[in-house]
């Protein structure tokens, strides 16, 4: 009887070792969430890390802003500062996510093409996304506010 209750435990903790490795959807994290992807992305974000082909970039006198709804609407607020002093952008759209949720779309309000960018990251407290535009390869890391 003992032997069949360490069997049984064994076998528990690996397939339980399994479904946690396949469970990781997002290639740095995380690897088990009781928060869906929507509750996760569904909040204000601001802009931590710009990584441009493997270098980082200098975020001086640059902010971005994300605010994601629940509904599927999001804004996004961009400044930049000039000789002038700042020029802030706003911008509103919808997102969505793909089937498998590891993309996420943006159309900006009034245009008919949009933008997709895959997750590397999605936790309640920071997301990265991974894009190509033009050939070089971006990633940037947002972080909850």
Do not use: H
Not at 57 to 64: A, C, D, H, I, T
Not at 107 to 130: A, D, I, M, W
């Amino acid at each position: 009887m003992k032997n069949y209750k360490n069997l049984l435990l064994f076998a528990t903790a690996l397939l339980f070792g399994v479904f946690v490795s396949s469970c990781n959807k997002y290639e740095e994290g995380p690897k088990v969430t009781l928060l869906s992807a929507k509750n996760r992305i569904s909040q204000d974000w601001e802009l931590t890390n710009f990584n441009k082909n493997g270098e980082n970039q200098n975020l001086e006198g640059y902010s971005q802003f994300f605010s994601f709804s629940k509904g599927g609407s999001y804004t996004q607020t961009v400044t930049v500062q000039s000789v002038w002093g700042p020029v802030t952008e706003i911008e509103n759209g919808s997102w969505s996510f793909s089937s498998d949720k590891k993309n996420i779309t943006l159309t900006k309000e009034g245009v008919s093409s949009s933008n997709t960018y895959r997750f590397l990251e999605l936790r309640k407290s920071q997301f990265k996304v991974k894009y190509t535009e033009d050939g070089d390869e971006y990633t940037r890391t947002f972080v909850s506010k």
